[in-house]
Structure formats: C-alpha cells, structure tokens
C-alpha cells in the first residue's frame, strides 16, 4: 500500500494547502507523518469492520477501510486548507490533529 502517494495526491488537491507546506519545506515531513496516520487509520478500521463482520471478504474489508479512512483524511485537510491565498496554514494544527486522533486508538 502506497499511503504516501495517497496522501500526497490529497495535498495537491487542496492547492494553498500544498503551496503553503512546500514553501515552509514542511511538504516531506508533513506528507509522511499523514501517511504513518493513514496508515493507522486504515489497520484500526479493518479491525474495527473485520469485528463487525467477521464472515466478510478481507479484501472486501480492507477496501472498506481504506477507503473510511481516506475519507477521514481529506475531510481534515479540507477544514484545514487556505480558504483563500491569503490564509496560511499551521502545522500546529495539523499536528494537533493528527496526536489527537492517534490518541483515540
């Protein structure tokens, strides 16, 4: 699985978000502690479905999941994208995020 390349196309769709992180050099280390996140996220929810349905397909579940965590991901970096150019992002609240997510696991 390829979390990094995931994550890194969700950066660009989100231009200012993207821009910001590149220009601050933050991009790299940004884009690998999402993938580590998504990563997380993606095995917590295979479990999560994996007990909710144990008769399932595990492909079917680990499709499911990723796809559950994904969205997870993008709806965060839409709430914390640039509304406009002149907005900046914080890596604050990214990381804020992120330890407060990984806390509920």
Same mark, same amino acid.
């Given at each position: 699985?390829?979390?990094?390349?995931?994550?890194?196309?969700?950066?660009?769709?989100?231009?200012?978000?993207h821009e910001q992180l590149r220009i601050?050099?933050?991009?790299?280390?940004?884009? &690998?502690?999402?993938?580590?996140? $998504?990563? !997380? /996220?993606?095995?917590?929810?295979? =479990?999560?479905? *994996?007990l909710a349905r144990?008769?399932?397909?595990?492909?079917?579940?680990?499709?499911?999941?990723?796809?559950?965590?994904?969205? &997870?991901?993008?709806?965060?970096? $839409?709430? !914390? /994208?640039?509304?406009?150019?002149? =907005?900046?992002? *914080?890596?604050?609240?990214?990381?804020?995020?992120?330890?407060?997510?990984?806390?509920?696991?």
């Amino acid at each position: 699985m390829q979390y990094k390349t995931i994550v890194l196309e969700l950066l660009q769709q989100q231009m200012g978000l993207h821009e910001q992180l590149r220009i601050s050099r933050n991009l790299m280390p940004t884009l &690998e502690t999402l993938a580590l996140e $998504l990563r !997380a /996220s993606h095995h917590a929810w295979k =479990e999560t479905l *994996s007990l909710a349905r144990p008769n399932s397909d595990p492909i079917q579940i680990a499709s499911e999941a990723l796809e559950i965590a994904v969205q &997870e991901l993008e709806t965060y970096l $839409l709430s !914390a /994208s640039p509304q406009d150019e002149s =907005e900046v992002f *914080s890596l604050d609240q990214a990381m804020a995020y992120l330890q407060s997510h990984s806390s509920k696991e």
